[in-house]
């Protein structure tokens, strides 16, 4: 970890998502740094905890390392640091944990959420916290966790509205729409052989919504556009951009869904894929 002189403000987290509940924290640490004024410092780890732990289990992220980095930043936080979580690092005990941060970060004033745990087996709580708050002399603010349509909002409880394509409900508790965000490759080219040339995404993250086709919006650069997508159920991801006729292999592009427009089906012929696609392009622009 890092070694600064400067006071700081610290939260830790995942942030995976950046959903309202992580904003809320992330809020609550940008107006606390400038009261007091301190530096604010989001501190987030890759891989995730559970992959490093769970012995071959992986959680499928909402999104990227670089996206989530980027949203942090977007909140208002002054620095984003990227801890490599290893065996060695989560056998650390609680106080040490929090030592480290007192020392190597000149932390004077922590934010969590309410149900944070940390530490080796997250033996760490708010109680504990409170304790080592006034051993290593720093101000404490826990967060109380967001609830919405029954529930708290979490980044298993998003992933699991994405994956079943519940993506209304989804957007509402990320407070933005629902993304993949990822990089152009080549595909089939089977698009291409009925007018209808499609960009074929290999994701950034794993949280892929259920297969079938949307509406969609798509960022490119700074440019933007509209078209449809397809996810099929071995989770190939292929859009099809309207008035678009660039070589984009190789670039990143950022879908944004809109509304499911149908399930995926299965077309006997080309011609009959292809006057499926163009009803569907006729009830996305209508």
Not at 27 to 48: C, M, N, Q, W
Not at 248 to 273: C, M, P, Q, S, W
Request: aromatic share 8%; proline share 4%.
């Amino acid at each position: 970890m890092k070694k600064i002189s400067y006071p700081t403000a610290v939260t830790i987290g995942i942030f995976d998502g950046v959903h309202k509940g992580h904003q809320k924290i992330l809020e609550r640490l940008v107006k606390e740094a400038k009261r007091y004024g301190l530096k604010s410092v989001a501190i987030t780890f890759d891989p995730h905890p559970v992959d490093v732990l769970s012995g071959g289990g992986k959680i499928p992220f909402l999104m990227s390392l670089e996206h989530r980095v980027r949203l942090i930043k977007e909140a208002g936080v002054d620095y984003c640091f990227v801890e490599r979580f290893t065996k060695r690092f989560s056998k650390l005990s609680p106080e040490g944990f929090i030592k480290i941060l007192a020392d190597r970060l000149n932390m004077k004033l922590l934010v969590t959420g309410g149900n944070f745990l940390f530490g080796s087996k997250e033996k760490g709580d708010t109680t504990l916290l409170k304790k080592l708050s006034g051993i290593y002399g720093f101000k404490l603010y826990a967060v109380p966790p967001m609830k919405m349509n029954g529930g708290y909002i979490s980044s298993t409880r998003i992933r699991r509205l994405i994956e079943r394509g519940e993506l209304k409900k989804a957007s509402d508790m990320l407070a933005r729409p629902v993304t993949i965000l990822g990089t152009v490759v080549k595909g089939k080219r089977l698009g291409r052989k009925i007018g209808f040339p499609t960009a074929n995404i290999d994701p950034h993250h794993e949280a892929i919504p259920s297969a079938g086709v949307y509406n969609v919006g798509v960022r490119l650069g700074k440019a933007s556009y509209r078209g449809i997508l397809n996810i099929d159920t071995h989770k190939v991801i292929e859009v099809y951009i309207f008035h678009f006729k660039k070589d984009i292999y190789g670039r990143d592009i950022e879908v944004v869904f809109g509304r499911k427009i149908r399930n995926e089906k299965k077309f006997k012929t080309l011609e009959a894929l292809k006057k499926q696609i163009q009803l569907d392009i006729l009830q996305t622009v209508s």
